[in-house]
């Protein structure tokens, strides 16, 4: 029972390129989220999901796409990184019936 | 448009000691109060919780104490201990499964 679950652990890209960060939970949650944490501002909400095939804007969702095709997986997307993206990125899940969610280890990406 | 501050971004305190954590918030719609921690290169971790309609939660060290009409939370750990050293959240939901997080509070325990 891994919980949840973040690939890549870290990754430098330079400006423009694109990636996808992969987020996979085991714990048959309905809702994923995707934060960002930078120094001094706490853990921001990008996107989040309500369940598959949904997604919607958290706080600071410009820059970034996300799906939900499958229930154990939300993938978050950078398709133009600019440095203002480099942070540590953590993906969420929570049970609908409960109020805590189960966060994983944190991708640390750097934007040159 | 801050909601939540944390003012105290770093806190030490004797092992064996209380530790005491704050957050203040402004928004009345909130209903559900966190606090997670968070160890280096790790993922926060939820600690304990409490809902607007109680003032207090305990769950063994660690108590939650809320007082709604100053709009402020707290985290007590008694008695403190090294391990405990990390950096603390408090989060806050007003119903929709999203949180607001405070900035965090760096907790180090001396021995």
């Known amino acids: 029972n891994a919980g949840v679950t973040q690939t890549p652990k870290f990754r430098v890209l330079k400006t423009g390129q694109s990636m996808t960060l992969l987020c996979a939970q085991d714990?048959?949650?309905?809702?994923m989220y995707w934060y960002r944490q930078d120094p001094g501002m706490g853990l921001r909400l990008i996107h989040y999901s309500v369940g598959e095939g949904t997604t919607a804007k958290g706080e600071v969702p410009d820059g970034y796409n996300v799906s939900r095709l499958k229930k154990q997986n939300f993938l978050l997307g950078l398709e133009s990184a600019a440095p203002s993206q480099t942070s540590v990125y953590f993906c969420?899940?929570?049970?609908?019936?409960?109020?805590?969610?189960?966060f994983g280890p944190g991708t640390r990406l750097t934007v040159t | 448009d801050q909601q939540v501050k944390q003012n105290s971004p770093s806190l030490s305190v004797q092992e064996g000691r209380i530790s005491i954590l704050n957050c203040d918030y402004t928004?009345?719609?909130?209903?559900?109060f966190l606090w997670y921690k968070k160890y280096p290169a790790e993922g926060p971790t939820f600690l304990i919780s409490?809902?607007?309609?109680?003032d207090k939660n305990e769950d063994g060290r660690f108590t939650v104490f809320l007082n709604k009409s100053a709009k402020h939370l707290s985290l007590h750990i008694v008695p403190s201990q090294p391990g405990d050293s990390a950096v603390y959240f408090c989060?806050?939901?007003?119903?929709?499964?999203?949180?607001?997080f405070g900035t965090g509070t760096r907790l180090k325990v001396l021995a």
């Open positions: 928004n009345s719609m909130f209903d559900y």
């Open positions: 714990m048959n949650h309905e809702y």
């Open positions: 989060a806050f939901s007003s119903g929709t499964y999203k949180y607001i």
């Open positions: 409490i809902s607007s309609i109680k």
């Open positions: 969420a899940c929570g049970d609908g019936g409960r109020v805590e969610q189960y």
